[in-house]
Nanobody
Framework: QVQLVESGGGLVQAGGSLRLSCAAS????????MGWFRQAPGKEREFVAAIDWSGVTYYVDSVKGRFAISRDNAKNTVYLQMNSLKPEDTAVYYC??????????????????WGQGTQVTVSS
């Protein structure tokens, strides 16, 4: 069983920054890719960023150059640094663990464990 706990959300003005953290339980954290997704009201959950077991990163085009995903395997934690935030970044942000070891994915169905979500609100 894996538990994921996000933190770091909040209210920020446009142009500001936030850093999300996701603490994971489990001994094999380093073998799995981790992802961040977000869901705005009335919209489907969408991929934001992922980092594989070796540290290679992937981003949705809308956040490239503004967001950075990283991981600290010693702390079983994955981070999402969000800079130059825009009102359209407002959503509940979720971290998730990919289903299969040594694989990477950008779709919701390829992730099997999810955190409870943390609200990010960007005011204009």
């Amino acid at each position: 069983q894996v538990q994921l706990v996000e933190s770091g959300g909040g209210l920020v003005q446009a142009g500001g920054s936030l850093r999300l953290s996701c603490a994971a339980s489990g001994r094999t954290f380093s073998s799995y890719a981790m992802g961040w997704f977000r869901q705005a009201p009335g919209k489907e959950r969408e991929f934001v960023a992922a980092i594989d077991w070796s540290g290679v990163t992937y981003y949705v085009d809308s956040v490239k150059g503004r967001f950075a995903i990283s991981r600290d395997n010693a702390k079983n934690t994955v981070y999402l640094q969000m800079n130059s935030l825009k009102p359209e970044d407002t959503a509940v942000y979720y971290c998730a663990k990919v289903r299969s070891r040594y694989s990477i994915a950008t779709t919701v169905t390829e992730y099997d464990y999810w955190g409870q979500g943390t609200q990010v609100t960007v005011s204009s």
